[in-house]
């Protein structure tokens, strides 16, 4: 059975940091592209980071530069670090794994940026 359960998350004001963590179960990681995305209310989801299977990265643009996406396929985890956040970075994030045909989301962690 395929698990991916992220955490991590929490309160915290703005300008400050927190590591979101997702680990895998169930899957053969090294071979699963992994992201992270969030859902602020009454939006969306959106991609916010990927790392391929090679570590090659991609970020959505309001993130750069205060996000780091970075896996450990040994240990199954891949990890979102968060710096400078700001309050339009609240949400609920989501880790998602996924290859050709098959994809997999986690249950996600709330992250709420407030003062």
């Known amino acids: 059975q395929v698990r991916l359960v992220e955490s991590g998350g929490g309160l915290v004001q703005p300008g400050g940091s927190l590591r979101l963590s997702c680990a895998a179960s169930?899957?053969?990681?090294?071979?699963?592209?992994m992201s992270w995305y969030r859902q602020a209310p009454e939006k969306e989801r959106e991609l916010v980071a990927r790392i391929s299977t090679r570590g090659s990265t991609d970020y959505t643009d309001s993130v750069k530069g205060r996000f780091t996406i970075s896996r450990d396929s040994a240990k199954k985890l891949v990890f979102l670090q968060m710096n400078s956040l700001k309050p339009e970075d609240t949400g609920v994030y989501y880790c998602?794994?996924?290859?050709?045909?098959?994809?997999?989301w986690g249950q996600g962690t709330q992250v709420t940026v407030s003062s």
């Open positions: 169930g899957v053969t990681f090294s071979t699963y592209d």
């Open positions: 998602k794994a996924d290859r050709r045909f098959l994809t997999y």
